[in-house]
């Protein structure tokens, strides 16, 4: 039983590119959700999803998109990337009935140039 | 808009020392207030709370919840290096107005340094 498996685990991009951080989950959670970790802000909510087919947006969904073809997968892409972007990405999930925590992949460190 | 602030932001003891954590909150449609413990990579989970003035306990950490006041306080009793680490206090609340919860907002985390 892995959890939440983020890859990959650092990125340096250039400015404009764009990419894709993968995120799985093996427990059948419904819930999914994406935050970033930036110095002194905690974590904030990028986008979430509660099931497969179903997305929306959290605190700061600009510049990001997400889809959610499967149970297991949830990624999230850059469309264009900035240096605004550096950050800390972390991927989560839960089952979604009431006292259910959510549980946090190891991350992904990064860096916009 | 939903709000979370921990205090003190960072604290430095010795092995041994008790140490109390502060969160104070101000969310809509509260659901659960969450403990976090993050070292290097991951936050793991330590506590979730949703009735007021029922402690939690898991060996010599504890947390209680008080829903008037609206603050949870997350102690570290006999404190050791192993404690090191950044706590992270999260509320948890409806998603975007809609019937499902699970959106966490997150305080500033507080930097736990325990000394030999």
């Known amino acids: 039983n892995a959890g939440v498996t983020q890859t990959p685990k650092f990125q340096v991009l250039k400015t404009g590119q764009s990419m894709t951080l993968q995120c799985a989950q093996d427990m059948n959670h419904e819930y999914m959700s994406w935050y970033r970790q930036d110095p002194g802000m905690g974590l904030r909510l990028i986008h979430y999803s509660v099931g497969a087919g179903i997305t929306d947006q959290g605190e700061v969904p600009n510049g990001y998109n997400v889809s959610r073809s499967t149970t297991e997968d949830f990624p999230l892409r850059l469309l264009s990337a900035a240096p605004s972007q550096t950050s800390v990405y972390f991927c989560?999930?839960?089952?979604?009935?009431?006292?259910?925590?959510?549980?946090f992949g190891d991350g992904t460190r990064l860096s916009i140039l | 808009e939903d709000k979370v602030v921990q205090s003190p932001l960072s604290l430095v003891v010795h092995e041994g020392d008790t140490v109390t954590l502060n969160c104070s909150y101000e969310v809509t449609n509260f659901r659960s207030l969450l403990w976090y413990k993050q070292e290097k990579k991951a936050p793991t989970f330590l506590f979730m709370l949703t009735s007021s003035g029922i402690e939690k306990k898991s060996g010599r950490l504890s947390s209680i919840l008080d829903k008037k006041e609206l603050f949870s306080i997350l102690n570290i009793t006999a404190t050791q290096t192993g404690d090191s680490a950044v706590y992270l206090c999260a509320v948890e609340a409806r998603l975007n107005g809609g019937t499902s919860y699970g959106k966490l907002t997150f305080g500033q985390g507080t930097i736990l340094t325990v000394h030999p």
């Open positions: 989560a999930s839960s089952y979604r009935g009431r006292g259910q925590p959510q549980h």
